[in-house]
Nanobody
Framework: QVQLVESGGGFVQAGGSLRLSCAAS????????MGWYRQVPGKQREMVAL???????NYADSVKGRFSISRDSAKNTVYLESNNLKPEDTAVYYC????????????WGQGTQVTISS
């Protein structure tokens, strides 16, 4: 049974930085795709950043230039460095891992709250 465990959320002032981490336990192989989504009440969950096992990244336009995703594939761990945070970045951030680059089975973490004050 694969479990994703997130850490690093919290309360930060606008302009500050946070580093989120997510470790996938219980997997016997490297997850081809991992990343982060976020969700605010009343809105759909949206993609923030994704990274493949080969290091190919994809970012939401709203975070380009401010967020950076990386991973340690040997440990099935993914990180999200978020800088110059804005109040609109406030959300619950969810770790994501897929068993395939396209389709596959998706695993989700329990979510970690990130709150940015103005």
């Amino acid at each position: 049974q694969v479990q994703l465990v997130e850490s690093g959320g919290g309360f930060v002032q606008a302009g500050g930085s946070l580093r989120l981490s997510c470790a996938a336990s219980g997997s016997t192989f490297t997850m081809p795709r991992m990343g982060w989504y976020r969700q605010v009440p009343g809105k759909q969950r949206e993609m923030v950043a994704l990274i493949t096992s080969r290091g190919v990244t994809n970012y939401a336009d709203s975070v380009k230039g401010r967020f950076s995703i990386s991973r340690d594939s040997a440990k099935n761990t993914v990180y999200l460095e978020s800088n110059n945070l804005k109040p609109e970045d406030t959300a619950v951030y969810y770790c994501y891992a897929s068993t395939a680059l396209v389709g596959g089975y998706a695993y989700w973490g329990q979510g970690t709250q990130v709150t940015i004050s103005s």
